[in-house]
């Protein structure tokens, strides 16, 4: 272990924290440790103080905003929190040019968000990791003016705890990016959230291992000619979704309309046709599923608004102690003559309590069924932790509402995005952002406001 520098710190703050007191203590910031000097001084204050050396031996950029906490069982202090968000790209430095809606937009408003944080909080890729001293390159967002600003790097330790915003399953997919995800995960003080996309199949499989939230899903099934079969005897609409699919890209609608299967393909434009049979249906739209695993799920009889049906999109987070929380929610209406209500494939928004006002007209009713919502978005999160054994600090839940007032699971999505515009609350807005990294401090073990 390298030795440099000293730590100074108040005979206060050595009784509070509990130090067990030595010539010399081992200081951590993120995966770095550095043997120094341990100083105590009597001034009546609770503080502590780096020289310079320790410092640059630490790769520490803003010390006097970072909290100090003492190890005991590894007779360590750990400086902090340090939180590493891991994309594959930094994106350009001019926020007019970016869709608010997209992941280059997001980060910059993460770093922006970050400052009010105690700690380090910056931007890596895989290829910025140094292996060899566990630091890499990191890029923090510098405010030049409303629309411009810049990109600052410096040299960074390896982080307490790493947010994985990979922007896409193809680039998750990628030999170098799962490569520093594995190396990173096994890292001794690392702790890790969101680690991977989802998977719609064995996301259902995992949520059918509890009893309560079976009425709750769609039945579902691995699409083949059988199970096709099967499911157009049982119900006349169906949906066809890639299990690795998201923003509505590649769903197939089925309609059977007395023996004639008309169906719509969700591409870049609506795709409409019609097939004699199943077998023919599955020939027909071989080409627009290319290969990928499919599902086939129920269609449900969903409820309208103003004569188009709608879903909820929940962002549900856990806050700076570790707990589930819904941080927005909000109602995504589709487009005329559409049954697709996301965003990316025309839908609009519309504020929860309106939708739902028209819905059940009377209060306590209103209230039942967000308490309901409530309920089904801790079980369905709760399950999907225990049973995949992941750390999830964020999820985006699909939540649909039939003619009869019933809630449907649609979808789940570890990587949800979030807009940096909004018709609705700044305050919320900026709060989606702020908690996946308060929730990064919990992890590292620091306690944020």
Known sequence: MKTAGSISISR??????????????????????????????????????????????????????MKIRYQAEEKMLHLGPTIGILATLIPGSNREELDPRSLQAELI??????????????IFTPGSINWANHT???????????????WESSIYP????VYDRIHSRSAEARNNVQYAKNRLMKLPYLHYFNPHYLNKWNVHQI????????????????????????MLKKYRVLYMKPSNGS?????IKVNDDKGHLKYIAYKSRRIRSQASNPAELMRKTKKQRAERHYIVQQGLDLAKYKGSPFDLRIIYQKNGRGEWQISKKFCRIAPQGSSISNLSSGGRVEKNSKVLHHLFKKEDLIKSKNEEIRLLCKMVASTLETVSNSTFGELGMDIGIDRKGHLYLIEVNSKPRKTTETMFSAAIVKNTFKRPLAYAAYLAGFKVK
Do not use: W
């Open 136 to 150: 890499c390159r990191g890029y923090v967002y510098h405010q030049l003016s409303q629309h411009r600003g810049r």
């Open 109 to 122: 408003y993460l770093s922006i968000v970050s400052k009010t944080f105690p700690g380090q909080v910056y």
């Open 207 to 230: 949520l059918l291992t509890d009893p309560m939230l079976i009425d709750y899903l769609p039945e579902t099934r691995q699409l083949d000619n059988s199970s096709l079969e099967e």
């Open 247 to 251: 923003l509505g890209k590649g769903i």
């Open 12 to 65: 206060n703050l050595v009784n509070k924290l509990g130090i067990d007191v030595q010539p010399s203590i081992t200081v951590r910031v993120g995966s770095l440790k550095v043997k120094s000097k341990f100083i105590i001084y009597d001034n009546g204050k609770k503080g502590y103080a780096l020289s310079p050396e320790l410092v640059q031996a630490l790769h520490i950029k803003k010390y006097k905003g």
């Open 158 to 161: 390896l982080p307490d705890v």
